[in-house]
């Protein structure tokens, strides 16, 4: 490689490991490694690179990010996506989504201070109505919830998407490549069949790749995942995320409650008086890792 070889700007549209496919200014995809063998680079990143040949690059660097997107749990740390402004959480009628899993991706979406919106597909389904009543909860803290069946059409989802850098994330099963499939034709996600004994749903998107909806809308598919690990939020940030705790923030008796333990604390409070529900207070006692 010569050092004279120019540096150009690009868009990493997949990562697999220690690959990565970026999307240059002039809209040619290269094939790139990263400099000292770097894996801190993730989907959606803007970088620097430096071309080794016609197909192949070299990644300098990354420019920094607006936004990261990323889960963390005692061992590791695994980052999504990076530079989006939503974060778009597919659930389902069926198989049946995990409550605990929802609630801990809107917790990210909060500490990364990117717009969620919460999509139930699967409509059609005779589950559909159980599962609306339960996310009845998360429209009356202000979340957006969108009901979808992607079978039949994805077109009360462009809109949403219109603008926008997004981000699909989910359980396998949900239908997240039904999704990508329907919205981009040309794209040949592979859908996989869902596992009825099992009720869950089998892995398909191995890693995270960006799609262009338009020139203004992108979205970016993301691998399966069944937890969502949260260690990168401080304990004392914890209720700020919680948007119905945090009009009690500050009224406790003491100034650096926990709110868990402490006497007069406002949270608690507002649990047993119904304001908080019990299950969301339960999530917020196992993000602390008290349960």
């Not at 999307?23 to 801190?40: C, F, H, L, N, Y």
């Not at 070299?58 to 999504?80: A, F, G, H, N």
């Not at 989802?157 to 994330?169: A, D, S």
Request: aromatic fraction near 6%; glycine fraction near 6%; charged fraction near 25%.
């Amino acid at each position: 490689m010569a050092k004279d070889t120019p540096i150009e700007t690009g868009l990493v549209t997949a990562s697999h490991g220690r690959s990565f496919r970026v999307e240059m200014s002039d809209g040619e995809i290269v094939e790139a490694s990263a400099r000292g063998k770097r894996t801190d680079i993730v989907c959606g990143d803007h970088v620097k690179v430096r071309r080794l040949n016609a197909a192949q690059a070299v990644i300098e660097s990354t420019e920094p990010r607006r936004t990261l997107l990323y889960r963390q749990d005692d061992w590791r740390t695994k980052l999504v996506a990076a530079n989006v402004t939503q974060v778009v959480i597919v659930l389902a009628a069926f198989p049946s989504y995990s409550d605990e899993f929802l609630g801990r991706c809107l917790l990210a979406c909060e500490a990364g201070d990117i717009e969620p919106l919460i999509v139930l597909n699967k409509c059609d389904l005779p589950q559909a109505e159980i599962a609306k009543k339960n996310l009845a909860l998360y429209q009356q803290l202000g979340y957006r919830l969108l009901y979808l069946s992607a079978t039949d059409s994805v077109e009360p989802l462009r809109p949403y998407l219109h603008g926008q850098t997004n981000v699909l994330i989910g359980q396998s099963g949900m239908g997240k490549s039904t999704i990508i499939n329907t919205l981009l034709p040309d794209v040949q996600v592979r859908v996989g069949d869902i596992s009825l004994a099992l009720d869950t749903g089998k892995h398909t998107t191995t890693h995270a790749t960006l799609y262009h909806i338009d020139a203004d809308s992108h979205i970016i598919d993301s691998p399966g995942m069944q937890e969502f690990g949260l260690k990168q939020i401080e304990a004392p940030e914890l209720a700020h995320h919680f948007p119905e705790m945090r009009p009690y923030i500050g009224q406790c008796r003491f100034y650096n409650c926990r709110h868990l333990l402490e006497p007069n604390c406002a949270i608690k409070a507002a649990v047993a008086e119904g304001k908080i529900t019990a299950g969301r207070y339960a999530l917020f006692e196992r993000v602390m890792g008290v349960k």
